[in-house]
DNA sequence: CGCGATTTGTGCACGCCTTCACAAGCGCCT
DNA sequence: AGGCGCTTGTGAAGGCGTGCACAAATCGCG
Protein backbone atom coordinates (compact mmCIF):
# COMPACT_ATOMS: atom_id res chain seq x y z
CA UNK A 1 0.00 0.00 0.00
CA UNK A 2 0.71 3.40 0.19
CA UNK A 3 3.10 2.95 -3.26
CA UNK A 4 1.14 4.72 -5.49
CA UNK A 5 1.35 8.21 -5.93
CA UNK A 6 -2.01 9.83 -6.26
CA UNK A 7 -2.00 12.45 -8.32
CA UNK A 8 -5.66 12.72 -7.41
CA UNK A 9 -5.38 15.59 -9.88
CA UNK A 10 -9.11 17.03 -9.88
CA UNK A 11 -9.63 18.34 -13.16
CA UNK A 12 -7.48 15.77 -15.27
CA UNK A 13 -9.17 12.58 -16.42
CA UNK A 14 -6.02 11.40 -18.24
CA UNK A 15 -3.89 10.51 -15.56
CA UNK A 16 -3.58 6.66 -15.40
CA UNK A 17 -2.05 5.28 -11.86
CA UNK A 18 -1.81 1.72 -11.95
CA UNK A 19 -5.04 -0.20 -12.27
CA UNK A 20 -5.67 -2.39 -9.50
CA UNK A 21 -7.04 -5.60 -10.29
CA UNK A 22 -9.90 -5.57 -7.62
CA UNK A 23 -12.47 -8.58 -7.18
CA UNK A 24 -15.31 -8.41 -8.75
CA UNK A 25 -16.96 -8.73 -5.51
CA UNK A 26 -15.77 -5.19 -4.46
CA UNK A 27 -16.41 -4.15 -7.67
CA UNK A 28 -19.76 -4.95 -7.61
CA UNK A 29 -20.30 -2.98 -4.34
CA UNK A 30 -18.14 -0.13 -4.99
CA UNK A 31 -21.51 1.52 -7.11
CA UNK A 32 -23.13 1.63 -3.88
CA UNK A 33 -20.83 3.11 -1.72
CA UNK A 34 -20.49 5.61 -4.40
CA UNK A 35 -24.54 6.32 -3.84
CA UNK A 36 -24.52 6.53 -0.13
CA UNK A 37 -21.38 8.65 -0.29
CA UNK A 38 -23.14 11.27 -2.50
CA UNK A 39 -26.09 10.73 -0.28
CA UNK A 40 -23.68 12.06 2.87
CA UNK A 41 -21.43 14.85 0.61
CA UNK A 42 -25.66 15.80 0.29
CA UNK A 43 -25.91 16.39 3.99
CA UNK A 44 -22.69 18.27 4.55
CA UNK A 45 -19.93 15.51 5.60
CA UNK A 46 -16.79 16.13 5.31
CA UNK A 47 -15.64 12.91 6.65
CA UNK A 48 -17.12 9.22 7.08
CA UNK A 49 -16.30 6.72 9.42
CA UNK A 50 -16.54 2.64 7.99
CA UNK A 51 -18.83 2.12 10.23
CA UNK A 52 -21.14 4.92 8.94
CA UNK A 53 -20.57 4.59 5.91
CA UNK A 54 -21.34 0.59 5.93
CA UNK A 55 -24.75 1.40 7.00
CA UNK A 56 -25.72 3.85 4.77
CA UNK A 57 -24.33 1.08 2.10
CA UNK A 58 -26.23 -1.62 3.76
CA UNK A 59 -23.00 -4.20 4.40
CA UNK A 60 -20.09 -4.90 6.95
CA UNK A 61 -18.15 -2.11 8.22
CA UNK A 62 -15.11 -4.92 7.88
CA UNK A 63 -15.88 -5.60 4.28
CA UNK A 64 -16.44 -1.98 3.38
CA UNK A 65 -12.34 -1.21 5.12
CA UNK A 66 -11.40 -4.40 2.88
CA UNK A 67 -13.24 -2.94 -0.34
CA UNK A 68 -11.63 0.33 -0.19
CA UNK A 69 -8.44 -0.84 1.01
CA UNK A 70 -8.25 -2.53 -2.05
CA UNK A 71 -8.12 0.18 -4.64
CA UNK A 72 -5.61 2.02 -1.91
CA UNK A 73 -7.86 3.73 -0.19
CA UNK A 74 -7.60 7.24 1.65
CA UNK A 75 -8.68 7.42 4.75
CA UNK A 76 -7.31 8.50 8.20
CA UNK A 77 -7.24 6.58 11.47
CA UNK A 78 -8.93 7.79 14.41
CA UNK A 79 -10.89 10.21 11.84
CA UNK A 80 -12.69 8.42 8.87
CA UNK A 81 -12.53 8.84 5.17
CA UNK A 82 -12.69 12.07 3.55
CA UNK A 83 -16.41 11.60 1.43
CA UNK A 84 -15.06 13.87 -1.54
CA UNK A 85 -11.79 12.33 -2.07
CA UNK A 86 -13.53 8.90 -1.78
CA UNK A 87 -15.83 10.03 -4.13
CA UNK A 88 -13.69 11.20 -6.90
CA UNK A 89 -11.64 7.76 -6.13
CA UNK A 90 -14.13 5.46 -6.69
CA UNK A 91 -15.87 7.76 -9.69
CA UNK A 92 -12.23 7.64 -11.21
CA UNK A 93 -11.97 3.46 -10.81
CA UNK A 94 -15.32 2.66 -12.40
CA UNK A 95 -14.56 5.17 -14.79
CA UNK A 96 -17.37 7.62 -14.36
CA UNK A 97 -15.60 10.73 -15.14
CA UNK A 98 -15.81 10.18 -18.57
CA UNK A 99 -19.71 10.44 -18.48
CA UNK A 100 -19.83 7.33 -20.79
CA UNK A 101 -22.26 7.36 -23.88
CA UNK A 102 -25.11 4.68 -24.31
CA UNK A 103 -26.69 3.43 -26.75
CA UNK A 104 -30.41 1.99 -25.99
CA UNK A 105 -31.49 -0.85 -28.39
CA UNK A 106 -35.18 -1.13 -28.65
CA UNK A 107 -37.75 1.32 -27.73
CA UNK A 108 -40.62 -0.78 -26.47
CA UNK A 109 -42.33 -1.00 -23.40
CA UNK A 110 -39.00 -1.01 -20.93
CA UNK A 111 -37.25 0.60 -23.46
CA UNK A 112 -39.43 3.68 -23.01
CA UNK A 113 -38.62 3.54 -19.55
CA UNK A 114 -34.72 3.27 -19.50
CA UNK A 115 -34.83 6.32 -21.84
CA UNK A 116 -36.78 8.44 -20.05
CA UNK A 117 -35.01 7.18 -16.53
CA UNK A 118 -32.97 10.08 -15.32
CA UNK A 119 -30.99 7.68 -12.87
CA UNK A 120 -28.72 7.01 -15.43
CA UNK A 121 -28.20 10.78 -16.27
CA UNK A 122 -27.48 11.23 -12.77
CA UNK A 123 -24.72 9.07 -11.96
CA UNK A 124 -22.65 9.37 -15.02
CA UNK A 125 -23.84 8.42 -18.07
CA UNK A 126 -25.68 9.72 -21.01
CA UNK A 127 -28.05 7.81 -23.27
CA UNK A 128 -27.56 9.55 -26.86
CA UNK A 129 -28.69 7.13 -29.22
CA UNK A 130 -31.61 5.17 -29.39
CA UNK A 131 -32.70 2.23 -31.89
CA UNK A 132 -35.14 -0.16 -33.31
CA UNK A 133 -35.57 -1.90 -35.89
CA UNK A 134 -39.30 -1.23 -36.10
CA UNK A 135 -40.33 0.79 -38.80
CA UNK A 136 -42.94 2.68 -37.32
CA UNK A 137 -40.70 3.42 -34.24
CA UNK A 138 -38.43 4.71 -36.16
CA UNK A 139 -38.36 8.90 -36.62
CA UNK A 140 -39.97 9.02 -33.15
CA UNK A 141 -39.19 11.62 -31.31
CA UNK A 142 -38.37 10.26 -27.52
CA UNK A 143 -37.60 12.54 -24.93
CA UNK A 144 -34.20 14.64 -26.48
CA UNK A 145 -33.35 11.58 -28.92
CA UNK A 146 -35.38 10.56 -31.95
CA UNK A 147 -35.38 6.80 -32.46
CA UNK A 148 -32.86 5.68 -35.04
CA UNK A 149 -32.95 2.50 -37.43
CA UNK A 150 -30.75 -0.31 -36.04
CA UNK A 151 -28.95 -0.01 -39.32
CA UNK A 152 -27.54 3.17 -38.54
CA UNK A 153 -25.12 1.61 -35.15
CA UNK A 154 -22.27 1.54 -36.66
CA UNK A 155 -21.89 5.43 -37.44
CA UNK A 156 -23.55 5.72 -34.41
CA UNK A 157 -21.09 4.45 -32.54
CA UNK A 158 -17.78 6.13 -34.03
CA UNK A 159 -19.64 9.39 -34.29
CA UNK A 160 -20.94 9.55 -30.30
CA UNK A 161 -18.08 7.54 -28.99
CA UNK A 162 -20.46 4.80 -27.55
CA UNK A 163 -18.87 2.44 -25.24
CA UNK A 164 -21.92 0.48 -23.71
CA UNK A 165 -24.95 -0.54 -25.62
CA UNK A 166 -28.20 -1.32 -23.61
CA UNK A 167 -30.27 -4.29 -25.28
CA UNK A 168 -34.05 -3.99 -24.23
CA UNK A 169 -35.51 -5.83 -27.01
CA UNK A 170 -37.94 -9.64 -27.18
CA UNK A 171 -35.60 -11.91 -26.51
CA UNK A 172 -35.53 -13.13 -30.20
CA UNK A 173 -34.13 -10.06 -31.10
CA UNK A 174 -31.40 -10.02 -28.63
CA UNK A 175 -28.79 -11.87 -30.15
CA UNK A 176 -28.38 -10.27 -33.76
CA UNK A 177 -28.57 -6.73 -31.68
CA UNK A 178 -25.58 -7.99 -29.42
CA UNK A 179 -23.72 -8.98 -32.91
CA UNK A 180 -24.76 -5.83 -34.04
CA UNK A 181 -23.20 -4.01 -31.60
CA UNK A 182 -19.88 -6.37 -31.13
CA UNK A 183 -19.52 -5.30 -35.02
CA UNK A 184 -20.06 -1.93 -34.51
CA UNK A 185 -17.37 -1.85 -31.44
CA UNK A 186 -19.79 -1.95 -28.96
CA UNK A 187 -17.32 -3.65 -26.09
CA UNK A 188 -19.80 -3.74 -23.06
CA UNK A 189 -23.31 -4.35 -22.79
CA UNK A 190 -26.11 -4.39 -20.57
CA UNK A 191 -29.03 -7.25 -21.84
CA UNK A 192 -33.06 -7.02 -20.52
CA UNK A 193 -33.56 -9.44 -22.69
CA UNK A 194 -34.20 -13.10 -21.17
CA UNK A 195 -31.87 -14.74 -22.85
CA UNK A 196 -28.35 -16.09 -23.24
CA UNK A 197 -26.28 -13.75 -25.13
CA UNK A 198 -22.98 -15.07 -27.30
CA UNK A 199 -20.71 -12.39 -27.57
CA UNK A 200 -16.75 -12.64 -28.39
CA UNK A 201 -13.53 -12.64 -25.52
CA UNK A 202 -13.45 -8.76 -24.85
CA UNK A 203 -16.95 -7.88 -24.85
CA UNK A 204 -18.63 -7.91 -21.55
CA UNK A 205 -21.99 -9.13 -20.91
CA UNK A 206 -24.58 -8.13 -17.86
CA UNK A 207 -27.84 -9.43 -17.85
CA UNK A 208 -30.80 -7.85 -15.88
CA UNK A 209 -33.84 -10.24 -15.84
CA UNK A 210 -36.81 -8.68 -13.43
CA UNK A 211 -38.44 -11.85 -13.93
CA UNK A 212 -35.94 -13.57 -12.63
CA UNK A 213 -35.49 -11.52 -9.42
CA UNK A 214 -38.87 -12.35 -8.54
CA UNK A 215 -38.54 -16.03 -8.94
CA UNK A 216 -35.99 -15.73 -6.47
CA UNK A 217 -38.38 -14.11 -4.10
CA UNK A 218 -40.85 -16.22 -5.00
CA UNK A 219 -38.86 -19.18 -4.23
CA UNK A 220 -38.28 -17.96 -0.38
CA UNK A 221 -42.00 -17.04 -0.04
CA UNK A 222 -42.19 -20.80 -0.95
CA UNK A 223 -39.64 -22.13 1.78
CA UNK A 224 -40.97 -19.63 4.51
CA UNK A 225 -44.46 -20.94 3.68
CA UNK A 226 -43.25 -24.88 3.48
CA UNK A 227 -41.86 -23.68 7.34
CA UNK A 228 -44.79 -22.60 8.63
CA UNK A 229 -47.58 -24.82 7.24
CA UNK A 230 -48.22 -26.30 10.22
CA UNK A 231 -51.06 -24.98 10.86
CA UNK A 232 -52.97 -25.57 8.23
CA UNK A 233 -53.71 -22.76 5.85
CA UNK A 234 -53.56 -21.71 2.17
CA UNK A 235 -50.93 -23.40 1.70
CA UNK A 236 -52.74 -26.48 0.28
CA UNK A 237 -51.26 -27.11 -2.88
CA UNK A 238 -51.85 -29.39 -5.83
CA UNK A 239 -49.91 -32.87 -4.98
CA UNK A 240 -48.46 -32.76 -8.95
CA UNK A 241 -45.36 -33.46 -7.27
CA UNK A 242 -44.26 -36.30 -4.35
CA UNK A 243 -41.72 -35.85 -1.63
CA UNK A 244 -37.91 -35.80 -3.32
CA UNK A 245 -37.47 -39.57 -3.90
CA UNK A 246 -33.84 -40.80 -3.29
CA UNK B 1 -27.78 -8.52 -0.63
CA UNK B 2 -30.45 -8.90 1.87
CA UNK B 3 -30.28 -10.25 4.63
CA UNK B 4 -30.44 -13.72 4.78
CA UNK B 5 -31.46 -16.31 7.43
CA UNK B 6 -31.14 -19.78 7.14
CA UNK B 7 -33.71 -21.94 8.22
CA UNK B 8 -32.35 -25.61 8.18
CA UNK B 9 -34.58 -26.29 11.13
CA UNK B 10 -33.94 -29.87 12.56
CA UNK B 11 -36.95 -31.54 13.10
CA UNK B 12 -38.69 -31.22 9.90
CA UNK B 13 -41.83 -33.61 10.33
CA UNK B 14 -42.20 -35.37 6.84
CA UNK B 15 -45.33 -34.60 5.58
CA UNK B 16 -44.47 -31.45 4.15
CA UNK B 17 -42.69 -32.01 1.06
CA UNK B 18 -39.05 -31.78 2.03
CA UNK B 19 -37.71 -28.51 1.53
CA UNK B 20 -34.22 -28.95 0.62
CA UNK B 21 -32.10 -25.88 1.49
CA UNK B 22 -30.59 -25.18 -1.46
CA UNK B 23 -27.45 -22.59 -1.56
CA UNK B 24 -27.95 -19.76 -2.43
CA UNK B 25 -26.01 -19.67 -5.64
CA UNK B 26 -28.32 -22.52 -7.09
CA UNK B 27 -31.18 -20.70 -6.19
CA UNK B 28 -30.17 -17.93 -8.16
CA UNK B 29 -29.78 -20.38 -11.25
CA UNK B 30 -32.77 -22.26 -11.20
CA UNK B 31 -34.76 -19.50 -13.10
CA UNK B 32 -32.30 -19.31 -15.46
CA UNK B 33 -32.56 -23.48 -16.02
CA UNK B 34 -36.13 -22.87 -16.36
CA UNK B 35 -36.20 -20.37 -18.96
CA UNK B 36 -33.91 -22.66 -20.97
CA UNK B 37 -35.92 -25.90 -20.55
CA UNK B 38 -39.11 -23.67 -21.69
CA UNK B 39 -37.38 -23.00 -24.89
CA UNK B 40 -36.44 -26.77 -25.08
CA UNK B 41 -39.61 -27.53 -24.51
CA UNK B 42 -40.88 -25.34 -27.28
CA UNK B 43 -38.70 -26.93 -29.64
CA UNK B 44 -40.14 -30.32 -28.91
CA UNK B 45 -36.94 -31.71 -27.23
CA UNK B 46 -37.89 -34.20 -24.88
CA UNK B 47 -34.78 -34.95 -23.24
CA UNK B 48 -31.61 -32.43 -22.82
CA UNK B 49 -28.32 -33.57 -21.16
CA UNK B 50 -26.12 -31.44 -18.69
CA UNK B 51 -24.50 -30.30 -21.35
CA UNK B 52 -27.27 -29.15 -23.81
CA UNK B 53 -28.57 -27.31 -20.61
CA UNK B 54 -25.69 -26.03 -19.78
CA UNK B 55 -25.12 -24.43 -23.03
CA UNK B 56 -28.86 -23.18 -23.17
CA UNK B 57 -28.03 -21.54 -19.68
CA UNK B 58 -24.68 -20.31 -20.11
CA UNK B 59 -23.07 -21.83 -17.62
CA UNK B 60 -20.71 -24.95 -16.79
CA UNK B 61 -22.17 -28.49 -16.50
CA UNK B 62 -20.72 -29.68 -14.17
CA UNK B 63 -22.27 -26.94 -11.99
CA UNK B 64 -25.47 -27.29 -13.96
CA UNK B 65 -25.40 -31.45 -12.23
CA UNK B 66 -24.43 -29.99 -9.17
CA UNK B 67 -27.83 -28.00 -8.74
CA UNK B 68 -29.85 -30.45 -10.19
CA UNK B 69 -28.79 -32.86 -7.60
CA UNK B 70 -29.31 -30.47 -5.09
CA UNK B 71 -32.59 -31.16 -5.81
CA UNK B 72 -33.00 -34.57 -5.80
CA UNK B 73 -32.36 -34.52 -9.29
CA UNK B 74 -34.64 -36.39 -11.99
CA UNK B 75 -32.10 -37.22 -14.45
CA UNK B 76 -31.29 -40.65 -16.40
CA UNK B 77 -27.95 -41.58 -16.85
CA UNK B 78 -26.95 -42.25 -20.20
CA UNK B 79 -29.88 -40.19 -21.87
CA UNK B 80 -30.46 -36.74 -19.59
CA UNK B 81 -32.52 -34.83 -17.81
CA UNK B 82 -36.73 -34.95 -18.64
CA UNK B 83 -37.45 -31.99 -19.82
CA UNK B 84 -40.88 -31.33 -18.50
CA UNK B 85 -40.82 -33.52 -15.58
CA UNK B 86 -37.89 -31.15 -14.63
CA UNK B 87 -39.43 -27.79 -15.10
CA UNK B 88 -42.42 -28.95 -13.76
CA UNK B 89 -40.33 -29.55 -10.60
CA UNK B 90 -38.22 -26.31 -10.72
CA UNK B 91 -41.41 -24.84 -11.04
CA UNK B 92 -42.56 -26.18 -7.69
CA UNK B 93 -39.56 -25.35 -5.78
CA UNK B 94 -39.73 -21.91 -6.49
CA UNK B 95 -42.98 -21.86 -5.92
CA UNK B 96 -44.44 -20.64 -9.12
CA UNK B 97 -47.40 -22.85 -9.34
CA UNK B 98 -49.40 -20.63 -7.99
CA UNK B 99 -49.09 -17.65 -10.10
CA UNK B 100 -47.98 -15.26 -7.08
CA UNK B 101 -49.89 -12.00 -6.83
CA UNK B 102 -47.74 -9.02 -7.09
CA UNK B 103 -48.81 -5.33 -6.18
CA UNK B 104 -46.53 -2.44 -7.80
CA UNK B 105 -45.78 0.40 -6.17
CA UNK B 106 -44.83 3.49 -7.54
CA UNK B 107 -46.69 3.95 -11.63
CA UNK B 108 -43.73 6.38 -12.68
CA UNK B 109 -41.47 6.08 -15.24
CA UNK B 110 -40.18 2.88 -14.23
CA UNK B 111 -43.34 2.03 -12.62
CA UNK B 112 -45.08 2.09 -16.37
CA UNK B 113 -43.23 -0.29 -17.95
CA UNK B 114 -43.13 -2.70 -15.30
CA UNK B 115 -46.95 -2.79 -15.04
CA UNK B 116 -46.90 -3.45 -19.12
CA UNK B 117 -44.08 -6.16 -18.95
CA UNK B 118 -45.48 -9.05 -20.16
CA UNK B 119 -42.19 -11.06 -19.00
CA UNK B 120 -43.95 -11.02 -15.39
CA UNK B 121 -47.50 -12.62 -16.46
CA UNK B 122 -45.51 -15.30 -18.86
CA UNK B 123 -43.38 -16.08 -15.73
CA UNK B 124 -45.47 -17.20 -13.20
CA UNK B 125 -46.91 -14.05 -11.86
CA UNK B 126 -49.54 -11.34 -11.80
CA UNK B 127 -49.26 -8.08 -11.06
CA UNK B 128 -52.80 -7.74 -8.98
CA UNK B 129 -52.46 -3.67 -8.02
CA UNK B 130 -50.98 -0.52 -8.67
CA UNK B 131 -50.09 2.00 -6.27
CA UNK B 132 -48.75 5.45 -5.82
CA UNK B 133 -49.13 8.59 -3.62
CA UNK B 134 -49.50 11.09 -6.20
CA UNK B 135 -53.55 11.72 -6.15
CA UNK B 136 -52.89 12.74 -9.98
CA UNK B 137 -52.27 8.89 -10.57
CA UNK B 138 -54.75 7.52 -8.09
CA UNK B 139 -57.43 6.76 -10.49
CA UNK B 140 -56.27 6.29 -13.86
CA UNK B 141 -56.59 3.08 -15.76
CA UNK B 142 -53.04 1.22 -16.62
CA UNK B 143 -53.73 -1.60 -18.69
CA UNK B 144 -56.60 -3.51 -16.93
CA UNK B 145 -56.16 -2.39 -13.88
CA UNK B 146 -56.61 1.13 -11.72
CA UNK B 147 -54.01 2.83 -9.80
CA UNK B 148 -54.87 3.21 -6.50
CA UNK B 149 -53.94 4.67 -3.35
CA UNK B 150 -50.93 3.66 -1.23
CA UNK B 151 -53.42 4.17 1.86
CA UNK B 152 -55.62 1.11 0.54
CA UNK B 153 -52.29 -1.49 0.04
CA UNK B 154 -53.60 -2.93 3.45
CA UNK B 155 -56.82 -3.97 2.79
CA UNK B 156 -55.55 -5.48 -1.06
CA UNK B 157 -52.73 -7.21 0.24
CA UNK B 158 -55.50 -9.06 2.01
CA UNK B 159 -57.84 -9.56 -0.53
CA UNK B 160 -55.34 -10.35 -3.00
CA UNK B 161 -53.75 -12.63 -1.09
CA UNK B 162 -50.61 -10.35 -2.45
CA UNK B 163 -47.08 -12.14 -0.92
CA UNK B 164 -44.87 -9.96 -3.26
CA UNK B 165 -44.33 -6.20 -3.98
CA UNK B 166 -42.48 -4.25 -5.64
CA UNK B 167 -41.12 -0.83 -5.18
CA UNK B 168 -40.51 1.36 -8.87
CA UNK B 169 -40.54 4.98 -6.54
CA UNK B 170 -37.80 7.55 -6.20
CA UNK B 171 -35.72 6.83 -3.51
CA UNK B 172 -37.15 9.27 -1.22
CA UNK B 173 -40.12 7.62 -0.69
CA UNK B 174 -38.79 3.68 -0.98
CA UNK B 175 -38.30 3.44 2.81
CA UNK B 176 -41.89 4.33 4.02
CA UNK B 177 -43.21 2.35 1.01
CA UNK B 178 -41.51 -0.74 2.43
CA UNK B 179 -42.50 -0.18 5.76
CA UNK B 180 -46.19 -0.17 4.46
CA UNK B 181 -45.39 -3.24 2.52
CA UNK B 182 -44.25 -4.93 5.89
CA UNK B 183 -47.05 -3.55 7.90
CA UNK B 184 -49.60 -4.84 5.07
CA UNK B 185 -48.28 -8.13 5.66
CA UNK B 186 -45.68 -8.61 2.06
CA UNK B 187 -43.03 -10.50 3.13
CA UNK B 188 -41.15 -10.45 -0.04
CA UNK B 189 -39.75 -7.32 -1.78
CA UNK B 190 -38.46 -6.07 -4.93
CA UNK B 191 -36.71 -3.06 -4.70
CA UNK B 192 -35.73 -0.71 -7.89
CA UNK B 193 -35.45 2.81 -6.01
CA UNK B 194 -31.81 3.30 -5.70
CA UNK B 195 -31.14 3.01 -1.71
CA UNK B 196 -30.91 0.50 0.97
CA UNK B 197 -34.24 -0.54 2.87
CA UNK B 198 -34.20 -1.68 6.25
CA UNK B 199 -36.88 -4.29 7.06
CA UNK B 200 -37.75 -6.91 10.02
CA UNK B 201 -36.39 -10.14 10.25
CA UNK B 202 -38.03 -12.25 7.74
CA UNK B 203 -38.72 -10.34 4.76
CA UNK B 204 -36.22 -10.47 1.92
CA UNK B 205 -35.40 -7.68 -0.22
CA UNK B 206 -33.47 -8.12 -3.30
CA UNK B 207 -32.55 -4.61 -5.27
CA UNK B 208 -32.24 -3.92 -8.67
CA UNK B 209 -30.00 -0.93 -9.74
CA UNK B 210 -30.26 -0.41 -13.33
CA UNK B 211 -27.26 2.62 -12.81
CA UNK B 212 -25.25 -0.06 -10.76
CA UNK B 213 -25.26 -2.34 -13.73
CA UNK B 214 -24.06 0.06 -15.88
CA UNK B 215 -21.69 1.43 -13.61
CA UNK B 216 -19.97 -2.17 -12.97
CA UNK B 217 -19.61 -2.16 -16.98
CA UNK B 218 -18.08 1.15 -16.88
CA UNK B 219 -15.49 0.13 -14.77
CA UNK B 220 -14.56 -3.07 -16.86
CA UNK B 221 -13.99 -0.30 -19.93
CA UNK B 222 -12.18 1.71 -18.33
CA UNK B 223 -9.87 -1.11 -17.14
CA UNK B 224 -9.72 -2.25 -20.58
CA UNK B 225 -9.37 1.10 -22.02
CA UNK B 226 -6.19 1.27 -19.74
CA UNK B 227 -5.01 -1.95 -20.40
CA UNK B 228 -4.36 -1.08 -24.39
CA UNK B 229 -3.52 2.18 -24.08
CA UNK B 230 -1.93 2.41 -26.81
CA UNK B 231 -1.32 5.92 -28.02
CA UNK B 232 -3.81 7.23 -30.76
CA UNK B 233 -7.28 5.88 -29.13
CA UNK B 234 -10.57 6.89 -30.31
CA UNK B 235 -10.23 9.41 -27.01
CA UNK B 236 -6.90 11.76 -27.06
CA UNK B 237 -5.71 10.45 -23.51
CA UNK B 238 -2.19 11.65 -22.49
CA UNK B 239 -1.22 7.78 -22.49
CA UNK B 240 1.50 8.24 -19.32
CA UNK B 241 0.47 4.73 -17.80
CA UNK B 242 3.53 3.71 -15.23
CA UNK B 243 4.47 0.27 -14.78
CA UNK B 244 2.83 -0.56 -11.24
CA UNK B 245 5.39 0.36 -8.65
CA UNK B 246 5.03 -2.60 -6.38
C1' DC C 1 4.87 16.07 25.30
C1' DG C 2 2.70 11.99 26.24
C1' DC C 3 -1.49 9.42 26.83
C1' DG C 4 -5.89 7.66 25.78
C1' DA C 5 -9.67 7.38 22.59
C1' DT C 6 -10.82 6.31 18.11
C1' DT C 7 -10.61 4.30 13.64
C1' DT C 8 -8.23 2.28 9.75
C1' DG C 9 -5.85 -1.48 7.52
C1' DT C 10 -4.97 -6.39 7.50
C1' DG C 11 -3.45 -11.28 8.83
C1' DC C 12 -5.95 -15.31 9.48
C1' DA C 13 -9.36 -18.78 9.71
C1' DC C 14 -13.59 -20.46 8.12
C1' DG C 15 -17.17 -21.58 4.90
C1' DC C 16 -19.22 -21.41 0.42
C1' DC C 17 -18.84 -22.18 -4.30
C1' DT C 18 -16.70 -23.84 -8.34
C1' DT C 19 -14.31 -27.17 -11.03
C1' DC C 20 -12.18 -31.46 -12.05
C1' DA C 21 -12.21 -36.16 -12.50
C1' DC C 22 -14.24 -40.48 -12.11
C1' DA C 23 -17.22 -44.22 -10.52
C1' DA C 24 -21.97 -45.74 -10.99
C1' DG C 25 -25.92 -46.42 -13.74
C1' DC C 26 -28.63 -46.75 -17.97
C1' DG C 27 -29.85 -47.85 -22.76
C1' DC C 28 -28.61 -49.74 -27.10
C1' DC C 29 -26.47 -52.79 -30.23
C1' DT C 30 -24.68 -57.11 -31.37
C1' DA D 1 -27.43 -61.77 -22.56
C1' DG D 2 -23.41 -59.21 -22.46
C1' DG D 3 -20.57 -55.53 -23.56
C1' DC D 4 -19.97 -50.77 -24.84
C1' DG D 5 -20.66 -45.97 -24.98
C1' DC D 6 -22.87 -42.25 -23.00
C1' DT D 7 -24.44 -39.39 -19.12
C1' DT D 8 -25.43 -38.49 -14.44
C1' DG D 9 -24.18 -37.86 -9.71
C1' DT D 10 -20.56 -36.90 -6.44
C1' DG D 11 -16.06 -36.96 -3.72
C1' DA D 12 -12.26 -34.04 -3.36
C1' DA D 13 -9.39 -30.13 -4.18
C1' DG D 14 -8.73 -25.44 -4.89
C1' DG D 15 -10.10 -20.58 -5.00
C1' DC D 16 -12.65 -16.79 -3.48
C1' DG D 17 -15.02 -14.04 -0.25
C1' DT D 18 -16.35 -12.95 4.38
C1' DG D 19 -15.84 -11.65 9.09
C1' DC D 20 -13.17 -11.59 13.29
C1' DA D 21 -9.82 -9.63 15.97
C1' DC D 22 -5.96 -6.88 16.59
C1' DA D 23 -1.88 -4.03 15.58
C1' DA D 24 -0.79 0.45 13.67
C1' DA D 25 -1.74 5.16 13.12
C1' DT D 26 -3.83 9.58 14.03
C1' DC D 27 -6.11 13.22 16.70
C1' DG D 28 -7.34 15.79 20.85
C1' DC D 29 -6.43 17.06 25.39
C1' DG D 30 -4.39 17.68 29.74
Redesign the pocket.
Known amino acids: ?SQQRHGSTPGNAGAVPAFPDL????IARLPEYLRALHNLAETGSETV???GLAAAAGV????L??D??HLG?????????DVALLVDQIEYILGLDQRRAVALVGVGNLGHALAGYDGFASRGFRIVALFDSDAEQVGKPLGELTVRHIDELGTAVIEEGITIGVIATPAGAAQAVADDLVAAGVTSILNFAPCVLSVPAGVDVRKVDLAIELQILSFHEHRKASLTAIPGGRSAQPGNQEAVGS
Open positions: MPEATSSENSAKRKLSSYGTRGVGY
